[in-house]
């Protein structure tokens, strides 16, 4: 009986796992159930099984995307290394830009964005991150409406350096709209 469960968990995982990965390369709404049983090389019944429906194994996988995303960010985000080197590593952290981002990409998709159980994680990972955000330029002895502020701008920012480097093909892009946020929060430092 145990090993037909660790079975099971194992063939939803896959299935989860497959399903994040094509989401990443073509979206969800272009992304099928038989796209990810290839992917993922588990049976048809086990997908069903597992998820009912394409919208239950997109729930799933977007919000494990979204869960792993927010966990990367407050791994640079949160700590004891000075909040202004936390906030200027988040930044300037290696980045496949040409790829975009992962849950900035799913905002562009119409079965994300015209479904609530769906765009939920997707909202719930840009409000974590700017959260994270917030706190360490509060941390940093900014004060709270300017911390804001700034957390909103730094999430444009690097959501709009994955499109800059996406639309011109060159990754650069994403690393000087990066470094210029950087180095204006550097003047922000000075003026407080």
Do not use: W
């Not at 079975?7 to 796992?17: F, G, N, S, W, Y």
């Not at 985000?77 to 900035?104: F, P």
């Not at 990972?125 to 957390?151: K, N």
């Amino acid at each position: 009986m145990r090993i037909e469960q660790e079975k099971q968990i194992d063939a939803r995982e896959q299935l989860i796992v497959a399903a994040q990965a094509l989401y990443a390369e073509a979206g969800v709404a272009a992304t099928t159930p038989r796209q990810v049983l290839q992917r993922s090389g588990i049976g048809q019944g086990s997908l069903y099984h597992h998820f009912p429906s394409k919208r239950d194994l997109a729930r799933a996988a977007v919000e494990r995307t979204a869960q792993e995303q927010l966990r990367v960010a407050e791994g640079v985000l949160v700590g004891d290394v000075n909040a202004h080197q936390r906030i200027r590593s988040y930044l300037l952290r290696d980045r496949n830009a040409l790829a975009g981002c992962r849950i900035g990409r799913l905002t562009a998709d119409e079965a994300v964005t015209s479904d609530e159980n769906l765009l939920e994680p997707v909202e719930g990972y840009f409000t974590g991150l700017i959260e994270l955000l917030v706190s360490a330029l509060e941390e940093s002895g900014m004060p709270h409406d300017r911390a804001q502020d700034r957390a909103a701008a730094i999430v444009a920012v690097v959501q709009g350096g994955y499109v800059l480097a996406r639309a011109t093909g060159d990754p650069e892009r994403m690393r000087s709209a990066v470094r210029g946020m950087a180095a204006l929060l550097e003047g922000d430092r000075d003026d407080h």
